[in-house]
């Protein structure tokens, strides 16, 4: 079974920072992608950032500038580093993993179960 476990949200002010965390049992070898999605408050689920395991990069417009995603493939683990806080990042930060079969085209996703982030004065 493949675990996803994120950590790191919090309460932050305008203007702060809070670095996420996301640790997967997945093996690196099977790993495609590892991105971060946002729910706010009565809206659906959207990408934030998005890392491949080329290290290519996937932003949303909104963050571009602010937020950088990174991996540590020795440790299974992906950083989002949250700069510059602002009230419309609120939400609760999910994790996804999306792995490749052994054989065929076919991706798998696995979603940890989310960490709050609040930005608020």
């Known amino acids: 079974q493949v675990r996803v476990i994120e950590s790191g949200g919090g309460l932050v002010q305008p203007g702060g920072s809070l670095r996420l965390s996301c640790a997967t049992s997945a093996s690196v070898f099977s790993i495609k992608s590892m991105g971060w999605y946002c729910q706010p408050p009565g809206k659906e689920r959207e990408l934030v950032a998005a890392?491949?395991?080329?290290?290519?990069?996937n932003y949303a417009d909104s963050v571009k500038g602010r937020f950088t995603i990174s991996r540590d493939s020795a440790e299974n683990t992906v950083y989002l580093q949250m700069n510059s806080l602002k009230p419309e990042d609120t939400g609760v930060y999910y994790c996804?993993?999306?792995?490749?079969?052994?054989?065929?085209?076919?991706?798998?996703?696995?979603w940890g179960q989310g960490t709050q982030v609040t930005v608020s004065s």
């Open positions: 890392i491949t395991s080329g290290d290519s990069t």
């Open positions: 996804n993993v999306q792995v490749k079969g052994l054989v065929g085209p076919r991706l798998y996703d696995y």
